[in-house]
T-cell receptor, first 109, second 117 residues
Framework: DAKTTQPPSMDCAEGRAANLPCNHS???????VYWYRQIHSQGPQYIIH???NNETNEMASLIITEDRKSSTLILPHATLRDTAVYYC??????????FGTGTRLTVIP | DSGVTQTPKHLITATGQRVTLRCSPR?????VYWYQQSLDQGLQFLIQ???????AKGNILERFSAQQFPDLHSELNLSSLELGDSALYFC?????FGAGDGSGELFFGEGSRLTVL
């Protein structure tokens, strides 16, 4: 699976959009981009995934660049409960996801 | 609530002992995954089972073993425990084993916190 690079930490003001970047320059054509988050020491929570088209669900939007070498997770109106570690993961067929170090997002009141 | 149940939530034991962690997957999910999260290692994939058979192996120590039973629940057995085995152990489940079609997001339980003294 391709390696991902994320900033170690970010801050976002409550109510503003949080934009979390991820670089995956070695991604191959059949690899999906997945995002998970982990709030404190709870179990990781699935957020969204995509292949090449932008995706949106009730939690977030995923923007994937045309060359697929990077993506951005967007939380449109961040709340304090969105404070968590966000993981960007690239995977092929196997579901045994490999988590990196992620981005620690802190939402500030 | 992810629908994945893990027991016990907390466990304190001594070095050299053996413990068993239990996981009940979401209803209908055939795949079970085990992960270990310690302070200095992050989330490490240990092992995956699909419908009772081992599907993938990660950084699982020889002192650790797992199995998935016919009713699809899974157990992770940790033996000859060492101080460094203290960690959060997560179980996750999915409906598939990974078909390459992007399906099969994982649903994680709340974890079992193991403390080895």
């Amino acid at each position: 699976d391709a390696k991902t690079t994320q900033p170690p930490s970010m801050d976002c003001a409550e109510g503003r959009a949080a934009n979390l970047p991820c670089n995956h320059s070695t991604i191959s054509g059949n690899e999906y981009v997945y995002w998970y988050r982990q709030i404190h020491s709870q179990g990781p929570q699935y957020i969204i995934h995509g292949l090449k088209n932008n995706e949106t669900n009730e939690m977030a939007s995923l923007i994937i660049t045309e060359d697929r070498k990077s993506s951005t997770l967007i939380l449109p109106h961040a709340t304090l409960r969105d404070t968590a570690v966000y993981y960007c993961i690239v995977k092929t067929g196997a579901n045994n996801l490999f988590f990196g170090t992620g981005t620690r997002l802190t939402v500030i009141p | 609530d992810s629908g994945v149940t893990q027991t016990p939530k907390h466990l304190i034991t001594a070095t050299g002992q053996r413990v068993t962690l239990r996981c009940s997957p979401r209803s209908g999910d055939l795949s079970v995954y085990w992960y270990q999260q310690s302070l200095d290692q992050g989330l490490q994939f240990l092992i995956q089972y699909y419908n009772g058979e081992e599907r993938a192996k990660g950084n699982i120590l020889e002192r650790f073993s797992a199995q998935q039973f016919p009713d699809l629940h899974s157990e992770l057995n940790l033996s000859s425990l060492e101080l460094g085995d203290s960690a959060l152990y997560f179980c996750a489940s999915s409906s598939s084993f990974g078909a390459g079609d992007g399906s099969g997001e994982l649903f994680f339980g709340e974890g079992s916190r193991l403390t080895v003294l």
